[in-house]
């Protein structure tokens, strides 16, 4: 099931092609390896402010998104999202669709080169915008049903397709990107080692993990993160298996919160507790909270709708806590 629908609104809006430096920068100490996600482009930007006085820190990270509905709105939320984040000291986490939405795109075409040009104006825009050593959520959330791009039905050009824009986006003069292959937790609609890459274009392996369940009880917190970490392509998967290549690791989406269907874990410290320990691993490059009131998955913390679990992560993350 879709966790999240994002809108990009704003990018229909004003494009700032450049942006002041950050007011926010050297206000607060920087949580290095910490990201949120706020918002996209300029509303998360306008929203940090308030999450930095919350929390007492600078997260090192932001993360953000491609618009995905057309190659139209892919390329006109690069431009705005470059500019929005221009200037701003944090590293950027930037979710890269594979393919539109408009059922005009295929896997197989992406394979034999038919988008090539659309992801080498995406890497001449980011290194136009400031933004030359971004990571790249390329394709995120792959195995999940959800996704345009997901290779359940064809996996050997999913392969491909990513190699190659992979090489065209590094071709870019001046192009340091690094690249997170990033599923979702669990085995999904495919399992995700059937379309590795190949290490050669992999820098990062990624897995979103979100505090929900449809199989264990609902008020058992710990049932519920054995759950996260013992199932195919969980947690316990997710580490051994970037271990076994040689990567660093990636949580770019981690929450705790509300599901329309009740399946989400709401206000649970220990699920909060947990995923601290996780990502503060030496191996882990950066971790990104959703702090967003999605209504598909409403995980904020930062305005008090669950208070037991905010106070945790203020513990663990915030001003009175050891800067990793």
Request: charged share 20%; net charge neutral.
């Amino acid at each position: 099931m879709r966790r999240r629908t994002f809108m990009a609104a704003s990018v229909m809006g004003v494009l700032p092609l450049a942006g002041p430096a950050d007011a926010l920068n050297g206000q607060a100490a920087v949580q290095e390896h910490l990201g949120v996600y706020k918002g996209a482009g300029c509303d998360g930007r306008a929203a940090l402010t308030g999450y930095v006085n919350w929390l007492g820190r600078r997260p090192g990270w932001i993360i953000d998104f491609l618009a995905q509905e057309t190659w139209y709105t892919f390329h006109r939320s690069a431009v705005w999202i470059g500019g929005c984040w221009r200037g701003d000291d944090a590293h950027l986490s930037l979710a890269v669709p594979m393919l539109t939405q408009d059922g005009r795109t295929n896997l197989a075409h992406g394979a034999a080169g038919a988008y090539d040009s659309h992801f080498r104006q995406l890497a001449q825009t980011l290194v136009a915008t400031g933004r030359a050593d971004a990571v790249l959520r390329l394709g995120w959330e792959f195995n999940g049903k959800w996704s345009t791009w997901c290779p359940a039905h064809n996996p050997e050009s999913f392969v491909t397709y990513w190699r190659r824009i992979v090489a065209t986006m590094r071709a870019m003069p001046g192009a340091r990107f690094r690249f997170d292959w990033n599923p979702t937790l669990g085995r999904a609609a495919i399992d995700s080692e059937a379309v590795y890459p190949g290490d050669d274009v992999v820098d990062v392996i990624g897995l979103d993990v979100y505090n929900q369940s449809w199989t264990v009880p609902r008020l058992s917190p710990q049932d519920r993160w054995s759950e996260l970490r013992q199932q195919p392509y969980g947690l316990d998967w997710h580490r051994s298996f970037a271990q076994s290549k040689g990567k660093k690791r990636s949580f770019p989406e981690w929450g705790t919160g509300r599901r329309p269907d009740g399946s989400g874990g709401g206000d649970d410290p220990l699920f909060v507790t947990e995923m601290a320990q996780w990502v503060e691993e030496p191996d882990v490059l950066y971790y990104g909270y959703w702090d967003y009131p999605a209504s598909d998955y409403y995980g904020i913390l930062s305005t008090g709708q669950f208070p037991r679990a905010a106070a945790t992560f203020r513990a663990r993350f915030g001003h009175s806590a050891p800067i990793r």
